[in-house]
């Protein structure tokens, strides 16, 4: 089915270890961007992208890493985790042009111990 | 930048209209108004966007004012399953699209 995915769904891993976080839409969106939400609290943004192999910081940039070498898919990396990093993470994708809403991803649960 | 200001919580009665409003002083002259909803720890939900007048969907209407300050999401008849928190955001800065969520509003929606 067209649509946005996230994976894992769950993940949990220690500190210091490297985690991927894939998303992959379907649509062809262009825009695509990475959200962390911490309990009782709002989205904050971590990274987005324009196109492939154009990506721009978000509000809460440090500690991650992001690419986007094919249009479909923006991987999220925690190069060395740390258990602030503990979240639920979201990702979210937009077409070019017009207003354009996101289209959100379920959300990948993180716990870094 | 433009930002969005919301009150943290609010109660509705069901059946009755709920009426959640949100701040966007600084919004620019070409800046739409987007409003979400994430139910739960599901991922958010798009609701209804404006950029000028006010507009209505099958789930809600959005009032903006003439100055574009601020606007007002609307659900007409508020049920349980509305219970939610709600986001009112707009694109920060011109040409580029970092979407700022901020912390929204928790509608609790009373039986």
């Known amino acids: 089915d067209a649509g946005i995915t996230q994976s894992p769904r769950y993940k949990i891993t220690e500190t210091g270890r490297q985690v991927t976080l894939m998303c992959h839409q379907t649509w062809s969106h262009s825009y695509m961007f990475w959200y962390r939400q911490d309990l009782g609290h709002g989205l904050r943004l971590i990274y987005y992208s324009a196109a492939a192999d154009i990506t721009d910081k978000g509000e809460v940039p440090d500690g991650y890493v992001v690419s986007r070498s094919k249009t479909e898919n923006f991987p999220l990396t925690l190069e060395s985790a740390t258990r602030s990093q503990t979240s639920v993470y979201f990702c979210a994708s937009r077409r070019v042009g017009g207003a354009g809403e996101l289209f959100f991803g379920e959300g990948s649960r993180l716990t870094v111990l | 930048d433009a930002k969005t200001t919301q009150p943290p919580s609010m109660d509705c009665a069901e059946g009755r209209a709920a009426n959640l409003p949100c701040n966007h002083s600084?919004?620019?002259?070409?800046?739409?108004v987007y409003w979400y909803r994430q139910i739960h720890s599901q991922g958010p939900q798009y609701i209804i966007h404006g950029l000028k007048n006010n507009e209505t969907n099958e789930m809600a209407s959005l009032i903006i004012t003439e100055d574009r300050k601020s606007s007002t999401l609307i659900l007409p008849h508020a049920t349980l399953r509305d219970t939610a928190v709600y986001y009112c955001i707009v694109r920060v800065g011109s040409g580029t699209y970092k979407y700022i969520f901020g912390t929204g509003t928790r509608l609790k929606v009373l039986a």
């Open positions: 600084t919004i620019s002259g070409n800046e739409y």
